[in-house]
């Protein structure tokens, strides 16, 4: 009793120590991760998008239901024939976010109100939802940017944060973006993916590739695939595991899904070969992959900090490429 009474100071102020240590520990560990949250982190929690016809006729909920009609069709407003601007190749953020983003696995937009604003290692620079924005319609809709504090940009990250409201902070709920596919162990076929694109693709896209418009061709029914008023080459679509994983959860559109996919993971690589092989704009951002040793192994140019080709970052194999990382 004597003797704990005689040290009882020295270990209170231990304990009061290690309290505050963590504390400190904790506390920056979060203010970090707000900031530089990787983005393999994951929930295995399915997601599923709110209804929004549940939203309240006030002001938000007409923000919100603007920055959707912007999605759903953003070449109404911004393209060839926009009534606000023409500044857009005529696709849709809906050709590549299904459902205005509402469906898994078919580029979702569920993880990125808890996701944002996150660091991003092709601009080497923490992203805000706006930069986001701008940066898809610069490269997906091949067009320029738009006003970061206009209203048309608010109704978009309105929306782009109602949808995603229920999710946690820092969590990706599964189906958000796309699927990571299995790389094949061989190159992904061009040829082998022509037969696949005319009997599965051409009649929506066109043998040729360039989409369907409607009747006064203001807006594309179908999206071109290629070509002038298709997404450019430095669009997060061009590289080939992004295409591969969007056919093979989505397309034929209207009878593939994630449970229920219409090609095999073979098919879809070598279709997506096909696609990346026809030509589009070429329009290149000097600020992107400021540290080489992170492009992704299938990011079709280089430079690169490693020895192997373009043709080979572009179709694969690609297992030898991430071996080789491995081991460096």
């Excluded at 520990?25 to 549940?54: H, V």
């Excluded at 759903?72 to 050709?95: E, R, Y």
């Excluded at 990571?180 to 040829?191: G, K, N, S, V």
Aim: proline fraction near 7%; charged fraction near 25%; include cysteine.
């Amino acid at each position: 009793m004597k003797l704990f009474e005689s040290n009882w100071f020295p270990v209170l102020l231990g304990v009061v120590i290690v309290i505050l240590t963590v504390k400190s520990i904790f506390s920056s560990g979060e203010k970090k991760d707000d900031l530089f949250l990787s983005e393999n982190f994951s929930s295995t929690n399915e997601w599923q998008a709110p209804d929004i016809s549940s939203l309240p006729d006030d002001v938000q909920g007409k923000l919100i239901r603007y920055g959707r009609e912007l999605i759903v069709n953003t070449s109404l407003f911004f393209g060839p024939k926009g009534k606000i601007a023409a500044i857009t190749n005529g696709m849709d953020c809906q050709n590549c976010h299904i459902d205005a983003g509402a469906r898994n696995f078919g580029g979702a937009f569920s993880g990125v109100a808890s996701t944002y604003p996150k660091y991003r290692e092709r601009s080497g620079r923490v992203e805000s939802i706006e930069f986001r924005i701008n940066d898809c319609l610069q490269r997906s809709l091949n067009g320029k940017t738009i006003d970061s504090t206009g209203k048309e940009m608010q109704a978009m990250v309105a929306y782009l944060k109602w949808i995603g409201k229920d999710v946690p902070k820092k969590e990706t709920p599964k189906g958000a973006g796309l699927e990571t596919l299995p790389f094949l162990d061989r190159a992904a076929d061009p040829e082998k993916g022509k037969p696949i694109f005319l009997a599965k693709c051409a009649s929506c896209h066109g043998e040729n590739g360039q989409g369907q418009f409607n009747h006064d061709s203001s807006f594309y029914l179908y999206p071109p695939l290629w070509g002038a008023n298709s997404f450019n080459v430095s669009a997060g679509l061009y590289r080939i595991s992004r295409v591969a994983s969007f056919v093979k959860n989505n397309m034929p559109f209207g009878q593939a899904s994630h449970n229920s996919p219409q090609l095999s993971n073979e098919e879809s690589w070598d279709v997506a070969a096909f696609i990346v092989s026809q030509q589009r704009p070429e329009k290149f951002f000097g600020e992107d992959w400021p540290k080489t040793q992170t492009k992704p192994v299938d990011h079709p140019y280089g430079p690169y900090a490693d020895n192997f080709p373009e043709k080979q970052h572009k179709y694969g194999p690609f297992p030898p490429i991430v071996a080789a990382r491995k081991n460096k």
